[in-house]
């Protein structure tokens, strides 16, 4: 498996922000990582999508499933042992996906910019 910082460094190619990485292994069954992030325009979200779904291709990773490709605020790839979710900073805040999985273990993925 890819480990979910690498995830995490293509989103930041792409100028991704907000970055988490949620270890879910103890909370649910479903996955064992959600990697998130905010992207600040539609192109954005798509350059975020295409980025990070060609350089797991080229690790030999497919996704499962991919849903929200026709929206602009919100993209989820699942790839079973990870679902990556690539939101809007709106839609980010509405769905608080952050409080939602706020007993995970979260690690918080930092810019260069943000040193």
Not at 22 to 31: L, N, P
Not at 75 to 97: G, P, Q
Request: glycine share 2%; proline share 3%.
């Amino acid at each position: 498996m890819v480990r979910p910082k690498t995830i995490a460094k293509f989103m930041l190619e792409k100028k991704a922000t907000n970055i988490k990485i949620f270890d879910v292994r103890k909370i649910t069954s479903i996955t064992d990582f959600f990697i998130v992030c905010d992207a600040s325009s539609e192109p954005q979200i798509k350059a975020i999508l295409n980025h990070v779904s060609r350089s797991l291709k080229k690790k030999g990773m497919r996704p499962v499933n991919i849903e929200g490709q026709d929206r602009n605020d919100w993209v989820l790839i699942d790839y079973f042992d990870f679902i990556i979710h690539i939101f809007s900073e709106d839609k980010r805040a509405f769905y608080d996906i952050d409080r939602l999985w706020a007993d995970a273990k979260i690690t918080h993925i930092e810019d260069q910019d943000e040193k």
